[in-house]
């Protein structure tokens, strides 16, 4: 707890905490430029054992991090951790990979080519969860109509559409909706029918991710859609992986207020699936 409230007070605006109770946080982490080019994301899962008996459990997020670019900084993370097993290890993580930006911003490599598509562009940068999926690019509905039509289940019922109590910050207000699926084709009804909703086709984002469990198969089916919230549909997927839900469909709409919330807006959209789900 120590460790964890000093880290929130020397990073600020950069570190955020993603879900208290599981003990993950992500840290925001740049060259130390005026106008940073080198951003990576650090993202660390706290295991009980920490860090007595066991190292967090982290995974390195940024476009341009791949290769031997990747390689090379979890070594050197590792090789951290072997030196100060039984230590609170994280600040020397940041640092040094810090560190590595700093040389990089100073050596001639060129800047990373990054795509930007939130209305927060000024806040984050890059992909924050490394995952088993294809972000979907195109209409939601469209591409989940493709996957539906490889259901033999044709004459679905419509599931039942639940909706979170709305949570307003900085006048953008964020609300959950949640319907239990057993299909590609449920999913397709149930966007569907939300999308009917004047009010929640007029949203700025729609983020939604869905788990369905394939008995047959005894594996997963999930996608998610970040709807121009770049990494958000990731996030909200790995909320939902974290928590062990399946069958279900969550769908975040967050209307844009006009004002940057930087990192706090992925801990509503958090918060709100998470609300929903214990609902």
């Known amino acids: 707890i120590d460790e964890i409230e000093a880290l929130s ?9 993603v879900d208290e109770d599981e003990k993950i946080y992500c840290i925001k982490i740049n060259d130390c430029l005026d106008q940073p080019k080198w951003t990576v994301c650090l993202q660390v899962i706290l295991p009980p054992g920490y860090p007595a008996a066991e190292p967090p ?47 990089k911003a ?9 795509k930007k598509t939130s209305e927060e562009v000024d806040e ?25 039509s490889e259901s033999q289940d044709v004459d679905e019922e419509l599931p039942s559409i639940h909706h979170g109590n709305p949570i307003t910050d900085r006048r953008s207000t964020f609300q959950a909706h949640l319907a239990p699926v057993v299909t590609p084709r ?5 966007l569907e029918k939300l999308y009917e909703n004047k009010k ?16 047959d198969k005894q594996t997963f089916l999930q996608d998610c859609e970040d709807d121009g919230e770049t990494a958000a549909g990731g996030r909200l997927l790995h909320l939902m992986q974290i928590l062990n839900v399946h069958n279900v469909l969550v769908v975040v709409s967050r209307w844009y207020g006009g004002i940057l919330l930087g990192p706090d807006r992925f801990k509503h959209i958090n918060n709100c699936a998470r609300n929903i789900l214990v609902e």
């Open 9 to 17: 007070s020397i990073y600020g605006e950069d570190w955020c905490v």
């Open 57 to 103: 459990i982290y995974q390195l997020n940024a476009p341009w991090l791949r290769g031997q670019d990747y390689t090379e900084l979890a070594n050197s993370l590792e090789e951290i951790y072997v030196q100060n097993v039984g230590e609170s290890i994280l600040y020397l993580w940041v640092e040094k990979i810090r560190e590595v930006l700093v040389e």
């Open 106 to 114: 100073q050596s001639s490599d060129p800047e990373p080519d990054i």
């Open 124 to 148: 984050d940068d890059g992909d924050y969860f490394l995952l088993d999926y294809q972000p979907i690019q195109e209409d939601p509905i469209k591409i989940v109509d493709y996957i539906a």
């Open 186 to 190: 449920q999913v397709k009804r149930v």
């Open 200 to 215: 929640i086709a007029s949203a700025t984002h729609n983020i939604y991710a869905y788990r369905i469990y394939c008995e």
